[in-house]
């Protein structure tokens, strides 16, 4: 079984500095702007290590207690804070809303009442609050087969989502998605696609036809696009053909990797010749960042840098968010795979977590406050279980409806007659 | 895999032996319709031969008076208005055109369709009208940017995906299988793809074995998608406005050697319907159905078989998917044989769906097993020879009538 090389506390300090400055000193647009300059101080800097702190340099996902330290410092140190009371609890609030609902995932999976692959977020609620909760409606965001808790922070009701992961008529997709799908046209969630890299040129899409909004028909148009996917992604050819394309004509696309370490088992540093994901952004001309994934107000921080780029016309941003999964793979995986000590470690990094110590430590939340979060939350997942439950399943009538947008894709039917026109057909008894 | 396409379509002719003019006998009585200006006119009287079988119960009854086309009075005509003669490629471009000025969100993208105006000069111009972004350059990224034209689609968008041959579309099958035909009904009914994908395809002039696909065969199993094939300028035109306008994923195939075909085609705006299929010649005896570039190897054999007595009826199904099985089902009926021509190779390709929908419709019409003629299972070589050999000729298509009639 191999082990990672994942040493916590071996890291060469002066690499995971660079790594938190360029997370921290978010001044203004000036620090994305130059890659290059980010790359260029990086490069040296491993050039003059040590071969040995190279190879642990080069490991990617690893906090440092440097890096903890200098957020406690930073947080008490800044005149300002970087979130207001309002926004802190509807990060909170947020978080708890996807812990909570992968967690009755889990249980209505084993209770039957869900079936197939279903692919669960705990751990990496800071990446999707941190980003889409600085979105607008009519942003798009793309996901992959972890999708469920993109799907509730862009807004998508928790009811639609378990009906949908129920099989229920009511669900989102009508029941016809499932846990991999998620999809909605009034919350602009553009999917939920199962095989990786599947939906990056689907976002790539969303963002040009926000450019030929702004350009050919000269609408005020800054919507973006938010496409999410992970590290095994990361070295998928429709990734890079993307980038390259995003970076040419300058899309208003912003790349978040969730770079959690593992690909069902196959480890990041087992797959990939240079681990570091960042540095693929300059190589296509866009700003590559690296950002602690666990933290959200971290997360938040670089997304508003990289959503404002986008909104301004800047082009797109590649983000890497070094998160973790605290559960297996999906719901089938039984997670034999990984370390315990590297799992206990990332527990302790548990964004929720650290972000209650962030609104204590700063007077901006009580506790009584936040329990009454937990509280309201418990109830809306309740409630979605009761609302799934109570909903019907899907008649035999649905089979064929949403095939074709224009039903007459169905052909002409020997009688000459559309075959949608036949009545037999709606019942779902028609042969196609 | 933008390897050696050639411009030079100009030089290739799809069919040397048959020429296309304007200048027709009008039968009486019936007028020119619009439908028939595709097809040529040949007047001919044969004479029954003598060693024909015409005792046996199943044998056709040869005509005296047989004509290789035969005016049906489907629909009036307009003889008034003059119309313009062009070529296929072009009735292609001004279909697109028309649409594109009539609706802003209609765009192009794919390789070399920019400044290039496209490797067989559909997208010509139109960079230079419409701009860069509107007729997008892309790079060498099949798989991507036909999944970019889906996000597109999905946001709003009505984009044409032009695959520089279809081949290349191959690596574009992720998208159009995973993403195209399924997220209208993965996500319930909430977002339309109505996406173009078009290009050229099917067995050229010895253009090798990777450029001489037929990618109908491979897509036709993807669910919510509709494939039509245009064969002349008159439908070439009107399916690509069809598709453009659908709200439907539409593939629309075309053929490498089809682009220089001449016709004059009506000034006034006109669709097609996707659905439908073109009965190019109605007839009593045989039914062949054939597709794109095949209608003109049957059209060929059907001079021949005219010549011998023979009345065959020719359908260009252009539906391969779905089957115009209205139009279909009638001419089986009335003729009771069926031949199908198609260029997909033997194995799983269009002919072999038709048949067994055919079969599975119209059994009791049937009076003779289905007879289905398809390129060989064979990588198209090279050679001239071989080549010519890979795909079904004139001569095949009369001896396999000549064998059903019996």
């Known amino acids: 079984m191999a082990k990672i090389i994942h040493n916590p506390l071996v890291l060469s300090s002066s690499r995971s500095a660079e790594k938190s400055e360029s997370c921290c000193k978010l001044s203004g647009p000036t620090s994305f702007m130059s890659s290059k300059f980010l790359g260029n101080k990086l490069l040296s800097t491993n050039s003059a290590t040590s071969p040995a702190t190279r190879r ?98 862009k807004g998508v009701p928790a009811r639609q989502v378990m009906s949908e992961l129920f099989g229920k008529t009511t669900g989102c997709c009508r029941g016809q998605g499932g846990s991999m799908h998620m999809f909605s ?42 496409a999410f996917f992970g590290d095994g992604t990361c070295n998928n050819g429709q990734f890079f053909e993307c980038l390259n394309m995003a970076a040419l004509w300058k899309l208003p696309i912003v790349f978040v990797v969730e770079n959690n370490l593992w690909a069902i088992g196959m480890s990041h540093l087992r797959s990939t010749s240079d681990p570091q994901i960042w540095k693929k952004g300059p190589a296509f001309g866009m700003p590559g960042v690296h950002v602690d994934g666990m933290d959200v107000l971290k997360v938040r921080e670089v997304a508003q840098e990289a959503i404002g780029r986008a909104r301004r016309g ?15 793979h999906s719901l089938a995986d039984p997670d034999e795979l990984r370390d315990p000590a590297e799992k206990a470690h990332y527990a302790t990094r548990d964004p929720i977590t650290s972000l209650k110590k962030y609104l204590f430590e700063n007077n901006l939340a009580n506790e009584a406050e936040l329990k009454a979060i937990d509280k309201k939350i418990d109830e809306i997942i309740e409630d979605s279980v009761e609302f799934a439950d109570e909903s019907p399943v899907p008649a035999r009538n649905q089979l064929l409806e949403n095939v074709f947008a224009d039903p007459r894709g169905f052909g002409i039917g020997p009688d000459g007659k559309y075959r949608c026109e036949d009545p037999k057909f709606t019942q779902g008894t028609a042969q196609v | 895999m933008a390897a050696a396409i050639l411009h030079g379509v100009g030089a290739t002719t799809p069919l040397s032996s048959v020429k296309y003019n304007n200048s027709r006998r009008s039968l009486p009585g019936s007028g020119i319709t619009e439908r028939k200006r595709a097809s040529f006119v040949i007047q001919c009287y044969g004479s029954l031969s003598s060693g024909l079988n015409i005792g046996i119960n199943r044998a056709v009854k040869l005509s005296t008076n047989a004509v290789a086309t035969k005016q049906d009075s489907v629909t009036a005509s307009t003889p008034s208005k003059p119309g313009h003669e062009l070529l296929l490629f072009e009735a292609l471009r001004e279909g697109l055109e028309e649409e594109m000025e009539r609706d802003p969100w209609v765009c192009v993208m794919g390789e070399d369709v920019g400044h290039y105006g ?17 007729v997008l350059d892309t790079p060498i990224a099949e798989n991507s940017f036909t999944g970019m034209g889906i996000g597109a689609a999905m946001t709003g968008l009505r984009p044409i995906v032009e695959g520089m041959n279809m081949g290349f579309l191959l690596l574009a099958f992720n998208q159009i299988s995973n993403n195209c035909g399924m997220l209208h009904y993965t996500s319930g009914g909430q977002f339309k793809i109505p996406i173009v994908i078009r290009g050229p395809g099917g067995v050229g002039r010895q253009l090798g074995a990777e450029h001489s696909q037929r990618l109908e065969s491979y897509f036709q199993s993807i669910p919510g998608i509709q494939m039509v094939a245009c064969s002349t300028p008159y439908n070439a035109k009107g399916l690509m406005k069809a598709a453009i306008r659908s709200d439907n994923p539409v593939i629309l195939f075309e053929h490498v050697l089809l682009y220089n075909l001449k016709e004059r085609i009506p000034d006034e705006e006109y669709v097609l319907s996707l659905e439908e299929s073109e009965m190019v010649r109605t007839g009593d005896h045989v039914t062949i159905l054939t597709y794109s570039r095949m209608r003109y190897h049957v059209m060929q054999a059907a001079k021949t078989l005219v010549n011998k007595g023979y009345d065959p009826e020719v359908i260009d199904i252009r539906s391969l998917k779905p089957f115009d099985l209205h139009t279909i089902g009638n001419s089986v009926k009335k003729t009771h044989r069926v031949v199908i021509v198609e260029e997909c190779m033997r194995t799983g390709g269009i002919g072999a769906s038709l048949t067994a929908s055919i079969n599975e419709h119209f059994h009791d019409y049937l009076d003779a097993p289905i007879v289905c003629l398809s390129s060989q299972d064979v990588p198209t070589p090279y050679a001239g020879t071989l080549e010519d050999w890979t795909v079904v000729q004139p001569a095949q298509i009369v001896a396999a009538v000549e064998q059903l009639c019996r």
């Open chain 1, 185 to 226: 046209k009034e919350h602009n969630v553009l999917g939920g696609f199962a095989f990786i890299g599947e939906g990056i040129p689907v976002a790539t899409g969303a963002a040009f036809t926000s450019k030929y909004k702004r350009e050919v028909l000269k609408e005020d148009c800054d919507e973006v696009t938010l």
């Open chain 1, 314 to 328: 800047e082009g797109p941003t590649l983000v890497e968010c070094e998160t973790y999964r605290f559960r297996g």
């Open chain 1, 56 to 153: 642990s340099a080069a490991v990617v996902a690893v906090s440092s207690d440097v890096v903890k330290e200098k957020k406690l410092k930073s947080s008490s140190s800044l005149a300002n804070l970087l979130i207001t009371k309002e926004e802190g609890l509807v990060l909170y609030e947020d978080m708890i809303l996807g812990r909570a609902f992968e967690d009755m995932c889990a249980q209505m999976y084993y209770r039957g009442k869900m079936f197939g692959f279903v692919h669960l977020y705990n751990g990496q609620e800071a990446v999707s609050t941190g980003f889409i909760k600085l979105l607008k409606q009519e942003d798009c965001v793309v996901s992959t087969y972890r999708d469920h808790v993109h799907a509730l922070s």
């Open chain 2, 118 to 134: 496209g490797s067989y000069k559909v997208t010509k111009g139109l960079a230079d009208k419409y701009g860069d972004l509107r």
